[in-house]
């Protein structure tokens, strides 16, 4: 059944031969298409995205207001049945100050994370939900006014607003007088799109962590659209909201997700989630507390190991101080007892690092599609 009747699906764009897309674009491999209708009416690119979807495509998003893009993965691709990741080129920030590469990262390793009161610090890394330097994987990019750009897995959560929902705070901000509306001062009645986004602009210049961040939400990196808000670290560091100005599709080689005790982490300079497939952050987390459980176990044991050789060794000194070999003994004894301490915390500390999907995140992910609707699930 035709719904628009004299109307054409258009293609803007198919196979790229002009070299005008990012390296890794999918333009190239002729799995990625950008489509509009005939007539260009913004209010049929809904439906024209829905139908995309159901005509088998794996990937439809905004890319623009211009088009909507589709694409297919690749059949070596397994994103479809893994959680989300980044790629190994992808960056955090270490509690040393240093920048660290995720194919650097170990387990242990403290970088920098977003807390639940959106403040910035630094978490221990768990373990890797995901670890595979050879697989080649789709992933979707995203570039912010502020010129950062992230790249994940079209699964995986990462921290936005859209800029529908920031429009009732630009109208309260309006009749506060804490906006200036061109269109108002000129008479007219009804803003248009671009005046809509100049006082989104000059709203957010100014906003803070603490009025932005409770509007923050946890979304598949497949739903952000250009225009939505992200939040950028920056050059100085802050936490700020950011507008998305590009969204594109590419693939690289290598996956890693690691897991840190807040279940957030800033990958080069924005700030996402550690989860993915569930499209909801507090019940991601909340499924695993048994990790963070079992973290604060091994650390309170390795408190107590600590704990009781320097106790087995002020024992050991005392004892040895009555005899006359004490001054010669006591030295020996505290670098053997020392030693023994710190080889047993630090081999504990550092488990060896598994390839693939931790088993746990693989049995949670096939709970998950039994358990939660399926609109929480990503498909």
């Not at 509009?36 to 890319?63: C, H, I, N, P, Q």
């Not at 009645?189 to 409770?214: I, K, P, V, W, Y």
């Not at 044991?301 to 060794?313: E, I, K, P, Y």
């Amino acid at each position: 059944m035709n719904q628009w009747p004299g109307v054409k699906l258009r293609v803007t764009e198919g196979w790229d031969e002009e070299g005008l897309h990012a390296a890794n674009s999918l333009h190239y491999e002729g799995r990625g298409v950008d489509i509009t209708t005939s007539d260009r009416d913004r209010s049929k690119y809904g439906m024209l995205a829905r139908l995309a979807v159901e005509a088998g495509f794996d990937w439809v998003y905004y890319e623009s207001r211009a088009h909507i893009h589709a694409s297919v993965k690749s059949e070596s691709s397994q994103a479809a049945r893994h959680g989300g990741c980044f790629p190994p080129e992808s960056t955090v920030l270490s509690e040393s100050g240093s920048v660290k590469k995720l194919s650097e990262l170990s387990v242990g390793d403290r970088i920098q994370s977003m807390d639940s009161q959106g403040r910035l610090v630094f978490s221990p890394v768990l373990l890797f939900l995901d670890r595979d330097l050879t697989e080649e994987r789709d992933f979707v990019q995203l570039q912010s006014a502020d010129g950062a750009s992230v790249t994940m897995t079209a699964s995986h959560l990462i921290y936005t607003v859209a800029s529908q929902d920031l429009l009732e705070d630009v109208d309260v901000d309006l009749m506060n007088g804490q906006l200036q509306s061109n269109s108002l001062q000129s008479g007219e009645n009804n803003s248009s799109a671009e005046e809509e986004d100049r006082l989104l602009d000059q709203m957010m210049a100014n906003a803070t962590m603490e009025r932005f961040g409770t509007r923050l939400k946890a979304t598949f990196a497949s739903k952000v659209q250009i225009g939505d808000w992200i939040v950028s670290t920056g050059p100085d560091g802050l936490p700020k909201p950011q507008r998305v100005i590009g969204v594109s599709a590419v693939t690289q080689r290598g996956v890693l997700a690691p897991l840190t005790e807040e279940g957030t982490l800033v990958v080069d300079q924005v700030v996402v989630s550690c989860y993915a497939v569930i499209d909801d952050q507090a019940i991601a987390h909340w499924a695993f507390a048994p990790v963070r459980l079992l973290n604060n176990v091994h650390k309170s044991l390795v408190h107590f190991w600590r704990a009781l050789s320097w106790w087995n060794h002020d024992r050991t000194t005392s004892e040895s101080s009555s005899s006359s070999s004490s001054s010669s003994s006591s030295i020996p004894v505290r670098i053997s007892v020392e030693a023994r301490s710190t080889t047993a915390s630090e081999s504990a500390s550092k488990p060896p690092t598994l390839v693939g999907i931790h088993w746990y995140a693989k049995m949670l992910y096939r709970i998950a599609r039994f358990v939660l609707p399926s609109h929480l699930v990503f498909n």
